[in-house]
């Protein structure tokens, strides 16, 4: 279930995503005092790329620019500078042509209240001009029935508005999916059905590229994550990796006296408390385990490191110098 | 132009248009009537000394079957008649789309700005010309029953359409450029029903004030006259300055719209 853990075998190099000091600032001129410039810095040179048949997390919290970078890449905004292509076409010149090959879920996505499910879902797919042939599939692992999709949209939950959005992006099997905050108003249990289709979109060599601020979420099933912070892309990594660099919480509960850890390599931060024993550990784990490994040893739990320590330390002085804020 | 948006923006106008369109055509259907059953009686309001502007309406008349069918166009009515897709329907087209939050999944698609613009604004025109093709069938079957028809050549009444569509799509024209540039409803319907408003005004003004007649040669709406095309005097330069005033919004809608940043919906 675990994506990263089980790349796709033609997972390649070759970017689906390119984006080349990609900036976006709005307003400007206006200079009032104590509000800086006047101008909004939603994006900052940002440069990334996101590789075929991966699915690439945009982390960020509710401002970061992670929309402003989605509208960019799909020619709702205009770059301020930089330059970014999508399945190798131009974001500007080639925007018609990259929207055919690419499925888009817009965060709170609207759509006609007048029309039934269906209705909507096909007016998108003749707009698209292609056929919508994993349609029944989605709706069918979604749980939209066709009872569901006969009904008007304005009567349907916001789950249901969700998944409808869910269907319409994915709908026509694109090479591409953009999707902004996808599981917003799923339940839980869709939410596993999500991740499951996109896993399989994956596995079929598709590249998915999701907005979210669920870290568990991203943690979960993205090969690659990149953090941005107001503007400014703060990391770009594997998700294995930027956790491998993170220290891992162990406790151990340890019978009679107190193990020597001094020697153990990455160990630190150790606190002893009655038959408790806390510490951090970084890099390879098989010498704290050889240390421990007595039969004084009653529990041990080596706790991973969380997408959410490393997310936390990127914002940890967010108070301090913020270069702008973001849509 | 996409044929689907085209459909479906005629589909989401369906009801209206059915509505509207049969109390256009009522509407011109009666106005003859009003010319026949009263011509004399306002002839004898004039001899005892009625002003006889005020039984005038903007360019039209009560005193010819002509007159009468300018009437029957430049009435409040049969603005509001055409209006309501002229100004409602284009107004809110796109920005109401970008209000609802629905454009985004539309330009999701392969569909550019221009596109849109142009499809929608086909659709928008046939709406009108639909409008105003029943309003003026209402008008010649209505002279025909009344055995009127005499007074105006009918073959000149498709001239009269085609004048009628660049008014309108003057309006309309002005309506989707202001669309295109809003994200709101409101301020784009504002606009459009105050430039709507200021034309009308100053066709209307000329009429109760003569000294003030001169503010008509500044209105769009006196440069569709049905009355005069009937009787054979139609003036090419209406047609012109309507193409302009068609022309001027259409290339400022497509070279505005592509270069907007849309930012996410609030």
Redesign the interface.
């Known amino acids: 279930m675990v994506a990263r853990d089980t790349p796709h075998p033609g997972l390649s190099t070759e970017p689906v995503i390119r984006t080349d000091r990609l900036t976006k600032h709005y307003g400007g001129g206006l200079h009032r005092p104590g509000h800086g410039s006047g101008t909004i810095r939603a994006m900052n040179e940002v440069s990334l790329e996101v590789r075929r048949g991966e699915i690439f997390g945009f982390l960020g919290p509710n401002g970061a620019g992670k929309t402003t970078m989605i509208r960019t890449l799909l020619g709702y905004l205009h770059a301020t500078s930089g330059s970014a292509t999508v399945l190798g076409l131009d974001v500007v010149t080639d925007s018609v042509a990259l929207r055919r090959r690419v499925g888009y879920l817009p965060g709170g996505m609207a759509t006609y209240g007048s029309l039934s499910g269906s209705a909507s879902l096909d007016y998108y797919a003749d707009l698209q001009q292609r056929e919508p042939v994993r349609r029944g599939e989605l709706a069918e692992r979604l749980q939209m029935p066709e009872s569901d999709l006969r009904r008007r949209v304005r009567d349907y939950s916001r789950g249901m508005r969700q998944k409808l959005g869910v269907i319409q992006a994915l709908q026509h099997d694109p090479e591409l999916a953009i999707l902004d905050e996808p599981t917003e108003g799923l339940d839980p249990l869709m939410q596993l059905a999500f991740y499951e289709i996109l896993e399989d979109i994956r596995a079929e060599g598709r590249t998915i590229f999701m907005s979210s601020h669920y870290l568990s979420e991203v943690e979960r099933i993205c090969n690659r994550v990149a953090i941005i912070r107001a503007g400014h892309l703060m990391a770009l990594q594997h998700v294995d990796e930027l956790l491998a660099r993170r220290k891992r919480r162990v406790t151990l509960r340890w019978r009679g006296g107190t193990p020597d850890l001094s020697d153990v390599p990455g160990i630190a931060d150790v606190v002893v408390f009655r038959d408790r024993i806390t510490a951090t550990l970084s890099g390879d784990v098989a010498p704290f385990v050889r240390a421990v490994a007595s039969p004084s040893l009653v529990d041990l739990l080596i706790e991973p490191a969380r997408l959410e320590e490393v997310f936390y330390e990127f914002y940890a002085g967010e108070d301090a110098e913020t270069p702008g804020g973001a849509a | 132009m996409?044929l689907?948006?085209f459909r479906?923006t005629l589909y989401w106008q369906r009801t209206r248009l059915l509505v509207v369109g049969l109390v256009a055509f009522a509407w011109g259907a009666l106005v003859p009537t009003f010319y026949t059953t009263f011509q004399d009686l306002f002839a004898g309001l004039v001899e005892v000394g009625f002003p006889e502007n005020l039984l005038n309406f903007g360019s039209g008349s009560l005193f010819t079957l002509g007159g009468a069918m300018t009437i029957g166009v430049q009435h409040p009515l049969a603005i509001g008649f055409v209006g309501i897709f002229a100004v409602g329907a284009a107004a809110g087209a796109v920005a109401g789309e970008r209000e609802?939050?629905?454009l985004?999944?539309?330009?999701?698609?392969?569909?550019?700005r221009r596109r849109l613009y142009v499809s929608v604004g086909i659709a928008i025109m046939v709406a009108i010309g639909i409008t105003l093709a029943l309003l003026l069938a209402g008008q010649v079957l209505s002279i025909n029953l009344l055995g009127v028809a005499g007074e105006i050549d009918q073959w000149q009444v498709p001239m009269v359409w085609v004048n009628g569509m660049l008014l309108w799509g003057a309006f309309a024209a002005f309506s989707l450029a202001a669309s295109v540039s809003f994200d709101r409803r409101g301020p784009a319907i504002g606009l459009s029903l105050a430039y709507l408003g200021i034309n009308y005004f100053f066709e209307i003004l000329g009429t109760f004030l003569p000294d003030l007649d001169w503010t008509q040669e500044y209105s769009l709406f006196h440069h569709f006259n049905p009355g005069e095309i009937v009787t054979g005097n139609l003036d090419p330069f209406d047609l012109a300055l309507l193409g302009v005033a068609i022309v001027l919004p259409v290339v400022w809608a497509l070279v505005v719209f592509p270069?907007r940043?849309?930012?996410?919906?609030a």
């Open positions: 996409s689907r948006l479906q609802a939050g629905t985004e999944v539309l330009l999701a698609r392969p569909v550019s270069r940043d849309l930012a996410a919906p």
